[in-house]
């Protein structure tokens, strides 16, 4: 299998995870975890990155990072080197200390509110995780950048930016007054956790609106062969797909309502579910159910009858 494009560009935001091997533990104790945000500083000073969220789990991380120059891969290598390297010394053993390849996730992080999903899913883990008790404040986790968003200026990171949330949760300063705000939001968003809105953030491989997602997609036609597949190739396909359903709807004059509001086997509903399945690879259930054409058997069944028509 081919393996999954790594996509830089100036100014990139990723959501990073990455697990120890076997689902082992990554840090043995609170030292380890000093080393390994040593090492996180030392990267930043190497390669720009500003990091946005990040949170230390007994088994893995989660990084946002924002790359002012287009250097996720070559930082992450010397990153997670480094650290396995340090680690290994440390507590005198050998070999792999991290499964295989991190995990990034491409983020919009143009004030869209993208980037603050994805940075209260990471300062939120503590408490999925229940490392943290349900009337215990979130900054009573000490392996996370959450806390030091809640710290004057002057006591945080060098490296951690808090400008872009601060601004994606409509909070226009870093004041006692905007950092109390800002907890107040998040411990709201804590009570009102639901699972289902972090599908996109835990499978899928870009976090963001239709635009954004084509734009990344054109970018990647020029490094992807045709070994490629997965995600970004069941992006695309579902992309054309769409633009697809457009232009029938603007050709008939019709709304996206009236996909639902019309019969199930209205023809012209069959037409362009003809031209879906010759032009993509869609299956017929995702047209069914895009077309509102009823169960899976049932578009079959059209499909099939309107083919038979058109011989």
């Known amino acids: ?6 996509v830089e560009y100036p100014g990139a935001v990723y959501h990073v995870i990455n697990r120890g091997d076997r689902r082992e533990p990554i840090f043995k104790t609170d030292i380890d975890r ?11 000073t190497k390669t720009g990155w500003q990091v946005h969220a990040f949170v230390l789990m007994p088994n893995h991380f989660h990084l946002v990072v924002e790359t002012p120059l287009p250097n996720l891969v070559a930082g992450m290598k010397w990153f997670l ?30 004030g869209n509110g993208y980037l603050k999903t994805v940075c209260d899913y ?41 400008d872009r949330l601060l601004g994606e949760h409509g909070i226009p300063k870093d004041s006692v007054a905007g950092r109390r705000e800002l907890e107040r939001r998040v411990e709201a968003r804590r ?6 809105q972090y599908k996109t953030i835990r499978r899928g491989w870009c976090l963001g609106d239709a635009a954004f997602k084509e734009e990344l997609l054109s970018q990647m036609d020029r490094q992807m062969g045709a070994g490629h597949h997965g995600e970004e190739r069941t992006e695309k396909d579902e992309i054309k797909a769409e633009r697809i359903i457009r232009e029938e709807l603007k050709k008939r004059r ?40 009823g169960t899976r058997n049932y578009a079959n069944y059209l499909l099939c009858k309107a083919g038979r028509n058109e011989r």
Not at 1 to 6: D, E, V
Not at 35 to 42: I, S
Not at 123 to 151: C, D, I, M
Request: glycine letters at 4%.
């Open 34 to 44: 000093r080393l390994f945000l040593n090492c996180l500083d030392q990267c930043c």
């Open 254 to 293: 019709w709304q996206e309502a009236d996909l639902e509001a019309r019969l199930k086997g209205d023809a012209e509903k069959v037409r362009m579910a003809l031209r879906l399945r010759a032009e993509t690879v869609r299956s017929v259930e995702w047209i069914a159910r895009r077309l509102h054409l």
């Open 191 to 196: 009570a009102e956790e639901d699972e289902d």
């Open 122 to 162: 990471v300062h939120l883990n503590p408490a999925r995780a229940k490392l943290v008790g349900p009337r215990t404040p979130l900054s009573r986790f000490q392996w996370s950048s959450w806390p030091e968003y809640l710290k004057a200026p002057s006591k945080r990171s060098k490296w951690l930016r808090v």
């Open 81 to 110: 080197g480094t650290y396995t390297n340090r680690f290994n010394r440390k507590h005198k053993v050998s070999g792999h200390l991290f499964s295989g390849r991190y995990k990034s996730l491409i983020v919009d992080g143009l």
């Open 1 to 6: 299998m081919a393996r999954k494009l790594r």
